[in-house]
């Protein structure tokens, strides 16, 4: 029975040291100079100035959905016969190579470090910092119990927190419905899918009247979540709506 005791004990030691020594070797990891993720030159950020300038370039987009439209036209077609809930929506990237591998990193490989640099290239996107001024509140894209769970983290909070901490708000915009990856779905599901996800914390919710309210998120695809989001802060009154991801699928 003692050496059954003395085993489990011994176990749990164990397992607790491989767990702080895991834990001080991340921290050390993060210290040291590092290569930049996409060239590799060494020492560098986890992103050199060379390629963010090199794959951030900006691009004309729709001002209502982000999409990439030809220079001088304001908005693409369909969103003029079909008028989103946003009154604004900006996106620094493209879905595409490097971004789309890095942001798999961040969100589903444990990086949430990663935040760090990505702000840093929406900061450098036209029309980013007057939408920060203008917003009275940042709500992060929430997301559910049971993703935030097996995640770890919500990477739009991470975002929306080194973005403009001052205005953060979290915990407002609920996730109250789970639902299945909306990547894989098409455009109809998705805004089926996703109608009744979103709904406001009720003892907060006069908090959107009369406001101006950035939704901030990683990527957007249909934008059916965002729209979904937006809706329920039209209903509770926001005065305006905009939307700011990281990347946008083309």
Not at 31 to 42: D, E, I, T
Not at 148 to 157: D, F, P, S, T, V
């Amino acid at each position: 029975m003692r050496r059954c005791a003395r085993k489990e004990v011994e176990g749990v030691a164990s397992e607790y040291i491989d767990l702080v020594f895991r834990q001080l070797l991340q921290g050390i990891s993060r210290r040291l100079p590092s290569q930049c993720a996409v060239c590799h030159a060494w020492p560098a950020q986890p992103m050199c100035e060379a390629c963010v300038a090199a794959f951030a370039q900006p691009a004309h987009r729709c001002r209502t959905c982000a999409l990439i439209v030809p220079d001088g036209v304001g908005q693409c077609g369909a969103c003029i016969t079909q008028p989103p809930p946003l009154d604004a929506c900006l996106a620094a990237v493209s879905y595409a190579y490097p971004w789309s591998t890095l942001i798999a990193d961040f969100k589903f490989h444990q990086q949430p470090e990663w935040a760090a640099s990505f702000v840093r290239v929406l900061r450098a996107t036209p029309w980013v910092e007057p939408a920060l001024e203008r917003a009275d509140l940042v709500i992060p894209m929430p997301l559910s119990r049971q993703r935030l769970q097996e995640r770890g983290y919500n990477q739009a909070l991470l975002l929306a927190r080194a973005l403009e901490p001052a205005k953060l708000v979290s915990g407002l915009l609920l996730r109250v419905q789970d639902t299945p990856p909306q990547r894989t779905l098409p455009r109809s599901e998705r805004l089926r899918n996703v109608r009744n996800a979103y709904a406001l914390e009720p003892e907060r919710a006069q908090q959107i009247r009369d406001r101006a309210v950035l939704l901030v998120d990683d990527v957007m695809t249909s934008g059916a979540s965002l729209h979904a989001a937006a809706l329920v802060l039209r209903r509770a009154g926001a005065a305006h709506i905009s939307a700011l991801v990281f990347a946008r699928t083309e």
